[in-house]
């Protein structure tokens, strides 16, 4: 996996402080570059007398954009790119926009209305998280206010599977590239109350885990710290809450298997991770 040409899709407002703070984070630490865009819906044109207010709308349109870009070179700095892009659907115009400049990832912030510290999915991750071709990044809200110094730790959500084992080869490259550790977790989901038979079961789930953690740390030991644990919980957000989460920490999860091949496609697993987490997430195209 690639870090160095990152796409933040920035709008005004504070939830879009937090994906550029995010963005210039990952740019950074990976020594690579950005580019930060906003999307423009497209301005249909009238025949006969209504064409002035077209021109009008369209000039207010781009002068919005130009200081939408302005906040943004503000908080970030020179050292980006700055660009309007436009198409009817945000999300759909970042997907457009990073096949055609060839970028590694695309990050975001939370949709407005989530709580703080959580991400919340709107109609632009929706748009991405369900056809990008390249991985997503997601920052949870308030995440710009004080963002980490730098990354510290890797998590991957392991799931045993070919879509799995990729996903830990492709965090195994990042956190190189990113000089942090790298970790692996499986979350065991478990109801209340548990007959005997079914606390045999968790036992088994619980012990196949392990072991498959273990498997999946083998190939990326030897250049990288890596860490492996079990999570186990009554939801998916009790399991998450089982254990630490560093103040640069990233959760990186794959993409469902039933999605196409080469885009990202959030299951529903991951969907609950991401809404649980309280650091930023990356969702990874599915490779196999």
Known sequence: ?????????????????????????????????LTVATVLPPVWSP?????????????YLAEQASATLAQARELAGEDAE?????????????????????VNVVVIGSAPGGGRGRISLGSTADQLLHSSSVPVLLAPRGYGERPPAAFARLTVAYRRGPGGDAAVKDAARAAAKLGVALRLV????????????????????RDQAATDLRTAARGPRRRLSVEAEVLE?????QALGATSWLAGEMIICASSATGPLRRVFLGDTSIKIVKASTCPVMVLTRQT
């Open 186 to 205: 499986t979350l065991v989901v478990s109801s209340g109350r548990r007959a005997r038979v079914e606390k045999e079961m968790l036992a088994r789930m």
């Open 82 to 102: 700055y660009i309007k892009h436009t198409h009817r659907g945000s999300g759909r115009g970042l997907v457009e926009l990073a096949r055609r400049r060839g």
């Open 233 to 237: 919980g009554r939801s998916v957000a």
């Open 47 to 59: 025949p006969g007398p209504a064409r002035a207010e077209e021109t009008a709308w369209r000039a």
């Open 1 to 33: 996996m690639k870090l160095e040409n990152v796409l933040a899709g920035y709008t005004s407002g504070s939830r879009a402080r937090d994906g550029l703070a995010l963005a210039v984070l990952l740019k950074n630490q990976a020594g690579g570059r």
